[in-house]
Nanobody, 122 residues
Framework: QVQLVESGGGLVQAGGSLRLSCAASGSTFSINRMGWYRQAPGKQRELVAAITSGGIINYAGSVKGRFTISRDNAKNTVYLQMNSLKPEDTAVYYC????????????????WGQGTQVTVSS
């Protein structure tokens, strides 16, 4: 299974910016979709943004125009540039990777990072 290491969370004032990174390592056949989810206290985990290996991107409506997801396939790393942050963006952000593995046959599996706290003060 792929291992994910996240970095870049922290405390920022409203209107500020943060950049999250998630590096994937481990033995895989291929890394397919990479993305970011977030979970605020008392709320369900929700998709923030995702990008496929072909570069197709999907954003949650609440972050469109403020957040930008990108990936470096050579480094197996996905980034989330977060601008114009709002207090409602406060949450634990989780990296998610869907990879294809081979063990006699091909199969897909999701992996999750440990989460990084983003706190936006008003």
């Amino acid at each position: 299974q792929v291992q994910l290491v996240e970095s870049g969370g922290g405390l920022v004032q409203a209107g500020g910016s943060l950049r999250l990174s998630c590096a994937a390592s481990g033995s895989t056949f291929s890394i397919n979709r990479m993305g970011w989810y977030r979970q605020a206290p008392g709320k369900q985990r929700e998709l923030v943004a995702a990008i496929t290996s072909g570069g197709i991107i999907n954003y949650a409506g609440s972050v469109k125009g403020r957040f930008t997801i990108s990936r470096d396939n050579a480094k197996n790393t996905v980034y989330l540039q977060m601008n114009s942050l709002k207090p409602e963006d406060t949450a634990v952000y989780y990296c998610n990777v869907e990879a294809t593995y081979y063990s006699g046959s091909y199969y897909r599996q999701d992996s999750w990072g440990q989460g990084t706290q983003v706190t936006v003060s008003s």
